[in-house]
């Protein structure tokens, strides 16, 4: 199946710092897409994004599809932010979102 | 309000005792699909429903029954639960039928069973 690697594993940011995590992907997708999961276990939309560059307050992404990677940018981070980012993509032959093992953010006061 | 909702959110339950977790879409979405969470093997899809009585295996499906009888409605069905079910399940949806995987997928909050 598709390998989704994210990087990095884990993240530890003071309040105010900036961030990149980054999606590689082993194969060609028609989706992809970042979720933000809050302690609660909740997974969040941030963006869905095949391909281009997307922003929403203080969150970007792009993919650069042709390459097989998707950055997600977390600018002036607040404690809020803390939790697991994912991202997870649909290969172009299959139906199922593949889930990276997410990156796992912890924003201190 | 566009929302998948789940029931129910926590669930604690024993072996062999049938269980059904419901899911709901209020978007008219033709895709819903079900997916567990556990640790260390990440997010894994169970079954994914194309539209009205299309429903068809994801990664995992062993010890999962579904069924798609109305657009809305996409019921999880454990028919004689066993400890290794114990996870975190997330329904989701998506737009259009045959091109859903292209389309933003949305998840419902979760529901977190235990099989004792």
């Known amino acids: 199946g598709i390998q989704v690697e994210q990087s990095p594993p884990d993240l530890i940011l003071q309040e105010g710092a900036n961030s990149t995590l980054r999606c590689n992907f082993s194969?060609?997708?028609?989706?992809l897409q970042w979720f933000h999961q809050n302690p609660w276990g909740q997974l969040i939309n941030l963006f869905y994004?095949?391909?281009g560059t997307k922003q929403n307050g203080r969150l970007s992404a792009t993919t650069v599809a042709t390459e097989r990677y998707s950055l997600l940018y977390i600018s002036s981070s607040q404690t809020t932010d803390s939790g697991v980012y994912f991202c997870a993509v649909v290969r172009d032959s299959g139906y199922a979102l593949n889930f990276g093992k997410g990156t796992s953010l912890l924003v201190t006061p | 309000e566009a929302q998948v909702t789940q029931n129910p959110r926590y669930l604690i339950t024993v072996t062999g005792k049938k269980l059904t977790v419901t899911c709901s879409q209020n978007m008219n979405h033709e895709y819903m699909s079900w997916y567990r969470q556990d640790p260390g093997l990440g997010l894994r899809q169970i079954y994914y429903?194309?539209?009205?009585?299309?429903?068809d295996k994801g990664d995992v499906p062993e010890g999962y029954k579904v069924s798609r009888k109305e657009k809305r409605n996409f019921p999880l069905i454990l028919e004689s639960p066993s400890p290794n079910q114990t996870s975190l399940y997330f329904c989701a949806s998506s737009f259009k039928g045959a091109k859903a995987v292209r389309d933003t997928q949305y998840f419902g909050p979760g529901t977190r069973l235990t099989v004792l």
């Open positions: 194969d060609s997708v028609n989706n």
């Open positions: 429903s194309m539209n009205v009585e299309v429903t």
């Open positions: 994004i095949p391909s």
